[in-house]
């Protein structure tokens, strides 16, 4: 309840803190000073992090101030019932938001890194905390709740974040697209779908991102172009799966090309103190998506998720996308409501209407960025409520009349078992955790916890759990177990050494392995080299250099020597 | 008994015969006996015919040794302080454990230690059985086996976690279980 709480003030002070900035007016007010408030927090957490200020006091007074922005008058909200059917339809994300941390992400990335700028009392980045070196804008307000003590407020906020972004494809099917019922068809169409449920109730940035995009076209489509230029860096600030459905937008709703330049350089400039950060730091300015200090290193292998990339893979996928689509395994690692595609179908019908040009425009660049990068569903997730409204506001017209209205929605429940297919495991997780309590963290990392000293600091090898493990840590978890496997290929001479002159103390190493089943599409010399020969560079240097400590099934502990 | 990757009790080997079935057992929680003070988690417990050894967690990270001996009410240290002792084994009479990467050698029913200089402690515990110690041993190399009777296994790459009976040294090497039987 506390957590609640503190989501809930942390939700209305950025709502303050986007009064001083955003666009004041129209329905969807509300959504464009929640967005607004997000970027000036995550450039003010940026100014606080330079200045090494991370702290609980400073985020207290940025909330604080942030509250003098309700001083502006009234501001218009979504209706009652709106956030109604919100909270409804993104309820089961609630019972996920309030229990334990499970999510990988969550773990490495949303709530492991803002403990460690708290802990560090500064911002980290490098090939050491290469998710340090991301723009790091909801990072920061993450932190900023963190800084509460309140480790669950985070996933609550983006709960919360989530309600808020239903409720603003609500609103948009009203206010935008011609009816109630459209908003509420497409909202109902994102909820029947496992990859929004399963994000709703971590602490993640797929939601965040998808209402600044909303918040974009909405700007747009109403000529606040200062809310659109924030809501597009907003956007590309929290993950740059942005960038697609924003170009779209930017290219198709008929603005004047001084224009379209103006807000883009805008957006651009708001995005750059991120690069510019990198820069300065001697790295990539899009580290660590691109750019590894040597060795040469992907960040991700787009071949390993979906279902193939030749010329026919693609022609099939908008339909292995959606009905081959499994939750469980690298076949797109998701699941979306059937319609969500079929009522793309009649879509280029909406070619010829002005008003949904730009959405139609949003929806293809989304999708095709989509296609051309990895197959993983949830990076469809900023696009999707676009893709949604823009078919509900093209079927909704053609389901006129009483037996088309019915099978409207006999298609939307019926398909809702194979939307939502997945779901059971992950409920029954929750269930479970509520029912026996909060899962007891893996031994070793009890281990840690009890046994390290307070100053220790802990290189995390091939291992995620930095929310778990209470200590100062380096390298840490992202995709392949990136930086591990980057480290020991860079130093592969004298690893141990050089993670002791980083300050390194101890090392919590979990056992591994990379099927090679998963990477069919490497020359297998190159799959020996990044995949294989780390974890024997890593083994052999242990053995000879650090002291074990502890062995549980999944993880090993180590002391390593002193400088 | 050998483990797989996750390191759980995969296969039990007899050591004479060498037969292996497989386990299907439920792997054992480690015993938390009612000793005091607790035993540090992950570690093992030492239990001989005269007592029980075992590892407390002490100040500034450094470990413990303690023994409680069944003739006694209150255990007592067996060695704490900056040697940051650890594994104790048995072979049912003596103890033996490593300190600062020796190992000492206590007998309960004379009170008296020994040490065997080695350079160890820092994987797997010693082996101890019927009196004959194994070791795992770091050369500039790799790592090799060592015994208190003079058996030893220096070849190239890591020779790991022994255990030895009367006849036979069983070890790990690259992932697998080796057995070297030492009979004339």
Known sequence: MIAMTVAVLGLISAVGAGRWIASNEGPTEWAHALVAGLLLWGLVGLGLGALGLITPLAFGAVGAVSLLGWTRGRLTRPAWATIAVSACLVFPGLIDALGPIMGTDEQYLHVGLPQQLLMHGELVGGPLHPNGSRPLLLQLVYTGLLSSGESRSLACFHWLLSVSTVALVIQMGRHRLGGWNIGVLAASMLALSTTFQESTGQAASDFPTAFAVLVAIDAVATGRHRSAMLAAAAAISIKYTAVAPLAGILLTAGLRPLLAGRLAVGALLLVSPWWLRNAWNDLHPLFPFMGWPDPQFSFQFAEKWGAGRSLIDFLYLPYRAVFDADPNTHLFHGRIHPLLILCLLPVPLAWRSRTLRPWFGAAALGLIGWAAGPHWLRYLIPTLPIVALLGAAVVIPLASGRWRRFGLIAALLCWAPSGLKGMEGRWSETRVAFKDGLPAPAEAIEFCNQHLPDDATVALLFDWNSAAIHRRQVLGSVEDHNPSRHFFLRHADDPIGALVRQGATHAVVRTVNFPKSHYEFLDPNRYKQEFTAPLKTMNHSLLMEAELLYTGPLHRVYRLPTD | ?184
């Open chain 2, 1 to 184: 008994m050998a483990c797989g990757e996750q390191r759980t009790p995969t296969v039990r080997i007899e050591p004479q015969s060498l037969s292996v079935t497989g386990n299907n057992t439920p792997p054992i929680a480690s015993p938390t006996p009612d000793l005091i003070p607790p035993p540090m988690m992950g570690t093992q417990v030492a239990v001989a015919e005269g007592g029980v050894a075992w590892v407390a967690a002490g100040p500034q990270g450094f470990r413990e040794v303690w023994w409680q001996s069944h003739a006694q009410p209150l255990p007592r240290p067996l060695e704490v302080g900056s040697a940051d002792p650890h594994h104790p084994v048995t072979d049912g009479r003596r103890l033996a454990w490593v300190s600062q990467g020796n190992i000492k050698v206590f007998d309960p029913n004379n009170d008296r230690q020994d040490l065997i200089l080695a350079n160890t402690g820092f994987n797997a515990p010693p082996s101890f059985h019927r009196g004959v110690l194994c070791w795992e041993e770091r050369t500039n190399e790799d790592v090799d086996v060592a015994c208190s009777d003079g058996v030893a296994l220096r070849r190239k790459g890591h020779q790991t976690r022994p255990i030895r009976t009367q006849h036979r040294l069983f070890f790990m090497e690259d992932g697998l279980l080796w057995s070297w039987d030492m009979q004339p």
